[in-house]
């Protein structure tokens, strides 16, 4: 059984920077995908970013502003949020997955706003 713990969430103004971080417990692997999704009110969940072995994925929306990174070691994954504007305001979600397994942490919100 995997956990997945995030932090960092809050309001920031529009420009602002926030960091997301998400923690795992439980046993992954280096070469499952771990990522960010958010999910805004009234709207589906979206793809944020993802990173594997050596990859990384952004959705357009987010590329040149969300940088994602993960340490295998400490089996965390983070996500640094540059030039946040107020479409990014959601509950933003880590996500592990692998051949066998998807887990979801709690949400965190994300609110940007003057």
């Known amino acids: 059984q995997v956990q997945l713990v995030e932090s960092g969430g809050g309001l920031v103004q529009p420009g602002g920077s926030l960091r997301l971080s998400c923690a795992a417990s439980?046993?992954?692997?280096?070469?499952?995908?771990m990522g960010w999704y958010r999910q805004a009110p009234g709207k589906q969940r979206e793809l944020v970013a993802t990173v594997t072995i050596g990859v990384t994925n952004y959705a357009d929306s987010v590329k040149g502003r969300f940088t994602i990174s993960r340490d295998n070691a400490k089996k965390t994954v983070s996500l640094q949020m540059n030039s946040l504007k107020p479409e990014d305001t959601a509950v933003y979600y880590c996500?592990?997955?692998?051949?066998?397994?998807?887990?979801w942490g709690q949400g965190t919100q994300v609110t940007v706003s003057s």
């Open positions: 439980g046993s992954i692997f280096t070469i499952g995908v």
């Open positions: 996500n592990y997955r692998d051949f066998k397994s998807d887990y």
